[in-house]
């Protein structure tokens, strides 16, 4: 499918009422548009001052692009049409489709036949504003929008019309190429899209506001190709506020959450997610201005004591990390600041130099030590309406000449977003400086793309389609992932509960005793541990509930427990949660999770990430865990995973307990069709 006439269109066909004419013409022209936009209206009547064509047939050569501004059916017919005459592409401006599902069923299928009447013609929506392109001074919306043409810069996609009509009004200074509306994403996606832009080298990175992934192999696509040309994709996912799948029953879905498999696919994918639309924006622009944050490890510089802790407090929590000065720091700042400063990092470098500005950038040149990977230059300027920001210049121009003189990365942050003036942060952007609207989005900001991310290029295993599922009792489940390499107790299962002593006999004391077909035992009455004789067992038997018993060896020497489960994601496909594990699990929310297959490298890494992992290594002096053991243990759930991928909904280790020599999965909960 080629966009590359939908988007750079010399000629424009607007099919609908005068209002929307008008309203396309004027974002056209205020965009800079030099091409050619004619109405389409049945009645020929002029819109805005134009006599409108009275079909699409009368249009003068081909059309590149239309806006399709008609009621859902009609719609149809104009796309069919606009098809027939090889146009370049469409904008399906209407509502009433696979959106408004839940209130007219009908929606769906008027979707599916308006991608069959476009065929192999693009089309942006249904329910979509549009695109603007201001690199090439051209673009289709039907509303006001802020951007201005520029000659190198971000492509921001949203499937929110409403949310990139408000990115446009930014006044961050960040240059925006493109803002693009995918709406429903019917035919033409977001990672359609963005895989196209990719071939446009004016494009320094892409920012996406994502609701959902859709063809997942698409995002891989996308991934890999951005990855080769070494250009930033930054996300704004919606979604964490939703539930747990409620189909689930184990704690593995409770404790990873619905978000889960979304942000392991990122991660996976090598994608960088903002929490929240100014920190997006504020990574866009770090992104544009620098491609990549080496490290962790930064500088802060202002002229105020109170801006240092301020500094301090939003890295607090964070990867970030202000190493202490070197030798070569505190040489050049001492020279630059005199004695009376006392030296630091971060740096209250007082007012002393203040207007002079050769003295502060020598200073700001010296706190940029070639290990450090970004250098922030707090300062809020003064607001334009009301006072006069003539004293600040002197900011401006050290920054720009102490990034001149040693090529290295800096960010003038305002600590009030609002006090950071556009044509400032253009000036300085301009001439290689970087510019943040507000101290902690922008350290949030730096946080995240400094962070090293799983990446991996496996392709995710689908989620495959809709099952019915059973749970297999326990006994069932177990000696299923025996076959996979995985350890669990010796033990069996008795219908008779008289012959249970002699079952535990045999296998040998201290036991368990399980009731069957539970998934939750703990609160159902149906489990009891440490078993250490043949008059525990006749004392504690009676007093669980009814059903078939399991008899197994207790597990001696355990360090710690963790969770190992996998629940399938319909959206991302295979979900493995790690995570503490025990019956306070949920409580603790101590959890990482990654999409199958994983490799044992980002396992390793995950395992690693969770709170309680410093007792898998011997805190505090105590017995290390057989961490190997809980490799393997992992590596043969994936595998069992990968080889019912068809059947399985879910599958769940808890507890998988560590000990110096084993990793053995002491309950099993497997659910599948």
Known sequence: MNLTRLFKPKTIAVVGGGAWCESIMSAAHQIGYEGTILPVHPSGKKIAGVKSLKSLDAFPGLIDAAFVGVNRHATLD?????????????????????????????GVSLQKKL???????????????????????CGIWPDQHGCREVDQGVAILTQSSNIAINITMQN???????????????????????????????????????????????????????????????????????????????????????????????????????????????????????????SNQIASISCSGGEAALAADAAYGTSLKFPPLTTLQRKGLRKALGPMVALANPLDYHTYIWRDEPKMTAAWAAMADPTIALTLLISDYPRSDICSQKDWNCVTGAAIAAAKETGRPYVVVASLGELMPENVAKKLMSNGVAAANGLDHCIQAVNILTQDLPRDETPVSLPGLERTSHILDEYTAKQELTRYGVSVPHGNVVSDRTKAVQIATELGFPVAAK?????????????????????????????????????ENMIVGSITELLVGVTRDPAHGFVMTLAAGGTTTELLGDSASLLLPAKRSNVIIALNSLKMAPLLHGYRDKKKVDFNAILDSIDGIQAYVLANVDSLEEIEINPLICTPKAAIAADALIRKS
Request: proline share 3%; with cysteine.
């Open 515 to 551: 009731i069957m077909g539970l998934a939750h035992k703990t609160g159902a009455n149906g489990i009891a541990l440490g078993l250490n004789s043949p008059n525990d067992i006749e004392d504690i038997l009676p007093k669980l509930v009814s059903g078939d018993v399991l008899i």
């Open 78 to 106: 104009i796309v069919t049409q606009l098809q027939t005459l090889n146009a370049g592409g469409a904008t399906c401006f209407a509502s009433g489709f696979s959106e408004a599902a839940a209130e007219d069923a009908s």
């Open 115 to 137: 991608v069959k009447a476009a065929g192999e013609m693009p089309i942006l929506g249904p329910n979509c504003y549009g695109f603007l392109n201001a690199f090439d001074k």
């Open 172 to 294: 961050r200074g960040l240059p925006i190429g493109y803002v693009i509306a995918c709406g429903n994403q019917a035919q033409t996606s977001q990672a359609d899209v963005a895989i196209h832009l990719l071939n446009d080298p004016r494009i320094t990175s892409i920012g996406l506001h994502i609701e959902g992934f859709g063809d997942l192999r698409k995002w891989e696509s996308l991934a890999h190709k951005a990855h080769q040309k070494k250009i930033s994709i930054i996300v704004l996912k919606s979604g964490k506020s939703l539930q747990a799948q409620s189909a689930a029953i184990s704690h593995t879905a409770t404790v990873a959450g619905s978000d889960a498999g979304a942000q392991a696919f990122l991660d996976r994918l090598g994608v960088r997610r903002a929490d929240s639309l100014p920190v997006f924006l504020e990574m866009l622009k770090l992104s544009h201005q620098f491609g990549t944050i080496k």
